[in-house]
């Protein structure tokens, strides 16, 4: 498996991209989600650290080139995903109904899908940006599977002391790979990853079932120790 992960697009992405950002929120605001958003804010700052604090200023497994000044691409680069994967995440813990969830899942991949695919369409600015990670830097791969195996087990034993359910077990990890391969397939159908010529399906599976799931009980036990949550997840 190929450990370098690749995304080429043009700065005209970050324009769409940020659109798309708007009406997320406004979304959450208008459904009064503001849980989510404060989870949001937080994931945007842990992907600050980790992203470019840890992999590209410490490990230097993140590389990037562009026009932009480093500070200002990674201050979007890592909002965009953190804040919208973690409120995300938060908006399924919260969901009032099926629907509600059908909605919020639909808009979070037609919405990144979409911008993917305007930024070809609408050729504002394609100066390219690239930016790739070496996930075997550092074993980074191994570490994120073993974190999410642990996370796993904790749920297992959560189950075991009935302080969970199997079905709410599964749900968990069900959100945390949606979240993942949202982002995944929206550079997929895009053709950002293939740009490269180094996508396959073993590591987009891969990513989408390890990235996310390597904290998604641990973020479940802080938020229901926050907001006293029951924990059960049924609609």
């Not at 813990?93 to 037609?110: D, G, N, Q």
């Not at 570490?143 to 087990?153: F, P």
């Not at 891969?206 to 926050?226: D, H, P, Q, R, S």
Request: positive net charge; aromatic residues 20%.
């Amino acid at each position: 498996m190929n450990n370098i992960v690749t995304r080429t697009f043009g700065v005209d992405f970050i324009f769409f991209d940020l659109l798309f950002l708007l009406c997320w929120i406004t979304f959450l605001v208008w459904k009064k989600y503001f849980t989510a958003i404060r989870w949001g804010l937080a994931g945007w700052i842990i992907y600050i650290f980790i992203d470019y604090l840890l992999w590209y200023r410490i490990l230097g497994s993140r590389h990037y080139s562009g026009p932009l000044d480093s500070r200002l691409f990674f201050a979007w680069f890592c909002f965009s995903p953190g804040f919208v994967q973690f409120s995300y995440v938060i908006v399924m813990f919260e969901k009032r109904s099926i629907r509600e969830a059908v909605f919020w899942t639909l808009l979070f991949y037609c919405g990144w899908t979409a911008v993917g695919f305007l930024s070809q369409w609408i050729p504002l600015d394609d100066t390219l940006i690239r930016v790739s990670r070496d996930m075997g830097k550092g074993n980074q791969r191994w570490i994120m599977g073993g974190m999410a195996l642990l996370n796993l087990l904790i749920g297992i034993i959560m189950v075991v002391r009935r302080t969970l359910k199997w079905k709410d077990l599964l749900y968990l990890f069900l959100v945390g790979t949606l979240v993942e391969f949202a982002l995944e397939f929206s550079l997929l159908a895009s053709g950002i990853r293939l740009e490269q010529g180094q996508w396959s399906l073993s590591m987009m599976l891969v990513n989408a079932l390890i990235e996310f799931n390597c904290g998604i009980i641990m973020m479940y036990i802080i938020w229901k120790f926050l907001f006293g949550k029951s924990g059960n997840f049924a609609f």
